[in-house]
Every structure is written in structure tokens, then in C-alpha cells.
């Protein structure tokens, strides 16, 4: 479909600065040079391919944005330098920068040598454009040439409008005949548990990267009777403990992948399950097993649709924390193993994650801690993200944090 679903639109606010900033990104590490010419390659696959878009709005009322083809990018660039390894994740957050959904470009693709001799590629978008699974697709058709379904023509603006007011007028007539719970307030207790972080000009976030083998991995889940799945969860919730969370209670957000079919949009849901302390990777396969099957939902039995036919604004306060919990587990999946080599250039890591540019440290969400896995071939590689510079102050401390808790379950790690 050609038009914004509900998640497009409060990412395309959140691009606005309603909302937390999330920039998706790829990245790609060689132990050799890739030579330019062949990204540049990639480059103008992926203008042509299905990143290549952006939002326009409709001047009738109710009617959704669509989505329109935009063949316009930020050029390629790679860095005339090398730059230490050590930095490579502070690079690659600066490419979220300047992306646009609406006037495009939303995504661009660079690539950095390094001072190893290596190079680290990424392709960073808009959330509004894509989810996790959506990326990888995106960089697959370009290094593969496997096409991809295409958008289905939509109905026009005014058809369209009408099938959107009678939706929104009958559902939340409903639901007003039911009566509207009250909400609970996102982020309550976010200042007296952190501080706020407030203080100087520090960056909001800090991330780090760790690849884990595959076969160690999925023998440890194994042996707490877990999944690869549950025993993500709970290396992520024993993180967040021994960073200093106080509440003997984590909530963890789960996004789960809906999509039927291979396409490059934001084709998932989210859903939620409470962690305690004494929950192991058992009892959390349970819990999720039970949750993704119960998909969180708009308030009161409110269509979702509301927050696309009133003001901005408005939908911003009444969806404002919608997904947001005290730590997000973003299990992307398998990727295909032709993202293992860049053309002749085989990779030495593949990674994926959210980033969040231009989040202020007075605005912070929230979630605290955020985690990326992903697998291809044999190795499993976690993307971590913190979001509480109080806590986590460094990428090191980070970094600290993680080894415990694998080394603990006897889990070997390699940071990038």
C-alpha cells in the first residue's frame, strides 16, 4: 500500500521533534579497503529501490500521506582518512544526521576506512521509512538485484478520507460508550530514577557493539531451558539492574515482525511483558511466547487511525510513550548471508541497530537500555544502546556492563 500506516506517521512526527528521534542503520566491517566503485554501485541501486521515497501530504482532509517515488540521495561519501576503530561507532552515529522523510533524502549510504585497514560501510534511514527487517531487505535487493513486492496503488485521496472518518467516527463512538480508561503517564518516574541527565553538553546516548559464536549462544540458551530469543531478553533486563535500576520490576517493549511478505515499510507491532528478578530464561520463553500473542493497542479501544486525521500535535500527546518501557529487545532475526560479503570483500561483522540523533539530554524517553540482535551464519551479534548517560556515562561502562553478564552465563564476546 501506498499510503502511511499509524507507525509511519509517529516516526515521521518524531522526525519532527514530536517524540524520540530513531534513525535505523546497517553496518557493514571489512578487514580490506572496499573499493569505492563498487559501493557507488550500491548507492544508485538503492535510489532506484524502495528507500527511494518520501511523504507526501494530502490537502484533503482525513486523507493518509502517501508515499512518493524520490530518486534524489546524499551522495555517497568515504572518508579521505582512516579513522581509529576505537571511534568507528561515534562515525557512525553522526550519519543520521540530516535525513528527511518528507523532502528527502531519508537515508544515506558512507563507508570510513580505518586505521586497521579495514572499512565499515552503513546504510542509515528514517525509521519512517523502514523498520530492522526492512533494512536488510533494502541492502539485499541492491547487493542481489532480488526484487521486491511493489507498493499497491492506492484508492484515491477523497476514497481514501471517507473510509478514514467512517472508521475513526464509528470506533471511537465505541468506545466513548464504553468509557476511556485513564492513561498512565509515560516516563513518570524517568527524573527521580536517573537525574534526569541533565548536566553539560553530553551526548544522550552511548552504544557498543559484541559478537557472540552462534554455537555458544544457543548452547547456553539451551542449557536455562531458554531460547536464543528469552535469553536475549534477560541479558538485556540483568544489564539494566546492574547498571543501578532500583525497581525489582523491568518492563521490556518486544517488537514483532508482522509482515506476510518481503517489503521495505514498517510492517510490525509491539508487545510488552514484565521481568522480575527471579525470571530466567525459561520463564521469560513463557512470558513472551504468551505475549506475542497479545499486541499492545491504542487506549480504551480508541482506533489507531485517530492519530492520522487530527493535528499533529494532538496525535503527538494522546500516543505520547505508546511502545516506550524501561528497556526495548529488538530480536531482528536472521540475516541473509548474502550481506557477508560486499561484493569480492568478505565481512568480518554485520550489525543493526536504532541510533537517535539530535535526542537532548531534557528529553530523554523512557527507555533505558536498548538491544539489537541479530544472527548471520554462525554468529550472533548484540547491538546495545543506552539512553541513560547517568547510569551508562561511558561506551566503556557499557561495554563493562555486557561482559559481566555474559561472561557470567559463559558467554565469550568480541567488542568491534
Known sequence: ??????????????????????????????????????????????????????????????????????????????????????????????????????????WRLSAARLDDGGCLVALTCSHALADGRALTLAIDNAL???????????????????????????????????????????????????????????????????QIPARDWNRVAVAHAGTANSLFVYVIAKMLWAGGFQPDTIAASLPVDTRDEPRVDNDMSMTEIAITRDDTPASLRQQARRAYEHRMTSPGGIPEELLQVIPDRWAYRLAKGAGERDILCSNIGNLPESLLALGPHACTGVAARAIHPGLRLDALPRTRLSGYLTRIADTYTLSLVSLDPDAIPTAAALTALADAQLSALGLPSTRW
Open 1 to 106: 500500500m501506498n499510503r502511511l500506516s499509524v507507525l509511519d506517521e509517529i516516526f515521521l512526527r518524531s522526525h519532527r521533534g514530536l517524540g524520540t528521534p530513531i534513525v535505523l542503520q546497517g553496518l557493514w566491517r571489512t578487514a580490506e579497503p572496499v573499493h569505492p566503485a563498487l559501493l557507488w554501485r550500491v548507492h544508485r541501486d538503492l535510489r532506484t529501490g524502495p528507500l527511494g521515497r518520501r511523504v507526501v501530504r494530502s490537502r484533503v482532509p482525513g486523507a493518509r500521506p502517501r508515499w512518493q517515488p524520490n530518486e534524489s540521495a546524499h551522495p555517497f561519501t568515504m572518508t579521505s582518512e582512516p579513522i581509529p576503530v576505537a571511534a568507528i561507532l561515534e562515525w557512525a552515529d553522526r550519519q543520521g544526521e540530516d535525513l528527511n522523510p518528507e523532502t528527502g533524502p531519508g
Open 144 to 210: 542481489s538485484g532480488i526484487p521486491l513486492a511493489a507498493p499497491v496503488a492506492g484508492h484515491s485521496d477523497w476514497a481514501d478520507a471517507r473510509g478514514m472518518w467512517a472508521t475513526v467516527l464509528g470506533g471511537t463512538a465505541r468506545a466513548l460508550r464504553r468509557g476511556i480508561p485513564a492513561r498512565p503517564v509515560p516516563n513518570a518516574d524517568r527524573e527521580t530514577v536517573s537525574g534526569g541527565g541533565k548536566s553539560g553538553d553530553r551526548p544522550a546516548t552511548r552504544a557498543t557493539v559484541l
